[in-house]
């Protein structure tokens, strides 16, 4: 079956900091993830998906077939980047629907 | 980017009633849209999946004659819950998306439902 795995509930660290949030996936077909991220009070929205291998607000993250992992990171924490972090992936059932899963979060608390 | 609205933002209701959610996407035409749900401190569950001018896709546990989804337009999708109890209290999320295959979906600010 589907799932993703975030398995930091929380996680908190200094500013200037690295930080690293953990994802593993369980998927059999070609993987689409995708990292959304909730600032309070504030609607979910993408922070970056894989296949555009793209860096936003100075995160990244790469997609590890063998390990099923694709953890975000971002080598120096801002204080604004306190927030809740999803990790999601998007497959097609075979029924031909579309579904994203999300994995449970993290939160994140850059302390200043 | 796009954006999806929801009406009403919160809602408080009796018990026994029905109250409807409504979903709109702003500025693009959404070809699926979404509807989850979310419990305090916990991630957004998969209730259904609705594609324009088709039934809903309802995930296993959810019960479709409770929580009636229409989706009659591009741009609006509807998440009717029939006979709300108190256990039906929670926070509605819907999104959309336009296109199949990894296409990035925008979310609504959500629904704060409770039933009294």
């Known amino acids: 079956a589907q799932r993703v795995t975030q398995p930091e509930k929380l996680l908190s660290v200094f500013k200037g900091a690295p930080v690293e949030l953990k994802c593993n996936y369980s998927y059999s077909g070609s993987p689409e993830l995708f990292w959304y991220v909730q600032y309070s009070r504030q609607r979910l929205q993408l922070l970056l998906r894989?296949?555009s291998r793209e860096s936003i607000k100075g995160f990244t993250a790469d997609l590890n077939k063998g390990e099923t992992s694709f953890h975000l990171k971002k080598p120096f924490a801002q204080e604004e980047d306190s927030a809740m972090y999803y990790c999601?992936?998007?497959?097609?059932?075979?029924?031909?629907?579309?579904?994203?899963?999300f994995g449970k979060g993290t939160k994140l608390t850059v302390n200043p | 980017g796009a954006v999806v609205s929801q009406h009403p933002s919160r809602v408080i209701c009796k018990s026994g009633t029905s109250v409807k959610i409504e979903c709109r996407s702003l500025d693009f035409q959404a070809t699926t849209m979404f509807w989850y749900r979310q419990f305090p401190k916990q991630s957004l569950m998969l209730m259904a999946t609705?594609?324009?001018?088709?039934?809903?896709t309802y995930e296993q546990g959810v019960e479709k004659d409770k929580f009636l989804i229409n989706h009659a337009s591009l741009t609006l999708s509807t998440l009717t819950v029939t006979s709300a109890h108190p256990e039906d209290s929670s926070f509605y999320i819907c999104s959309g998306t336009w296109g199949r295959g990894a296409q990035e979906q925008f979310f609504g600010p959500g629904t704060r439902l409770t039933v009294l």
């Open positions: 609705s594609n324009e001018g088709s039934k809903a």
């Open positions: 999601a992936l998007s497959f097609f059932t075979q029924g031909g629907s579309e579904k994203l899963v």
């Open positions: 894989h296949i």
